[in-house]
């Protein structure tokens, strides 16, 4: 091994979270190095749908509901200070989105969740939503199907281009002096109060802080460094269209149309561990649905289709933790890269470079899994 390269921060991860993190980190004035495992990864950034979603996240866990509606709100500033550095369109699109509902058992029980998540919110940060019925739906989406009986709208939504923005916080994040260095799984680490030595690459890291931002990596790197990261693999299928004329002026949850003009359907789940392959069943139900909700795509060409897998917490909430026995090091874990993005970069990471997590993140401790387990 080299000599240790001393950082004032050292990102496992170059995904979308670590990215953001990383970038963050480098615009608090810190000299950050990030950590690429590369293409042996499961990289579940390449495989995202890229949504920026908040109607769906934290029903019955406001505080994810809260951290997610400030990531939502912090996106229109990501996205331009992404465009003044390094001059990247990400492809941001943020109109509001709706979630559509195929019949009257899954309109009520989209109403009931919707005024769950309102109830839940309070007055604080007071979560808007309409259910909106057919007639009127129409009128915004006009190529929508006669099976679909309405959707649940939230105007914090939208969408942006995953790879173009990965792209562009790795762009970011080197032109602030960051150091990215590809094809770099941790080969052994040591951990001692803000002193960490990270060796990846044939290489060896040093820095106070260290961030674990490895998706499901993190799950077996976390106890290295006295912290917990109970995920687990969740898949997701992607099909792909081929191009059409601008049709769409909101995303939904399962069919979006993307700045080149194809059309993304998705939305499927399925608990198959680690396994990427993907299935036909799954690919004709999500093929299904979207006919369903827009009859004319089944004139289209399907023209790509691939599998990823979510970086789950038990609980479907995002983890963020601080070590006690080693402070300095933290972990950050979620199945919501995109949509977390502006949270990640404007919140997290100065949080980091201060070396204290805000109180507003103490429900997001994986040590709630130590309490229900006990129980």
Known sequence: ???PEPFQAIVVGGGLVGSAIAWGLAREGLRCVLLDEGDIAFRASRGNFGLVWAQSKGQGAPHYQRWTRYSANAWPELARELADAVGADVGLHQPGGVHLCLSDKEMADRSDRMAQ??????????????MIEATELREMLPALGPTVVGASFTPYDGHVDPLRLLHALHRAFTGAGGVYVPNAKVERSDAAPRDFRVMAAGRVFEAPRVVLAAGLGNAALAPEFGLSAPVRPQQGQVLVTERVAPIFTMPT???????????????????VGYDISQKPAVMAEIAKRAV???PFIARLNMVRAWSALRIMPKDGVAIYD???KYPGAFTANCHSG?????????????MIAAGQLDGMLDPFSARRFDVRDAA
């Open 322 to 324: 601080q070590s006690e």
């Open 338 to 350: 995109v949509t977390l993005a502006g949270a990640h970069a404007r919140l997290l990471a100065p």
């Open 1 to 3: 091994m080299s000599a």
């Open 117 to 130: 998540m309102a109830r839940e919110a309070g007055n604080s940060l007071p979560f808007h939503y309409r």
């Open 253 to 271: 949850t399962s069919v979006r149309q993307t700045m080149q003009g194809s059309l993304l359907l998705g939305d499927s789940v399925a608990e």
């Open 292 to 294: 369903l909700s827009f």
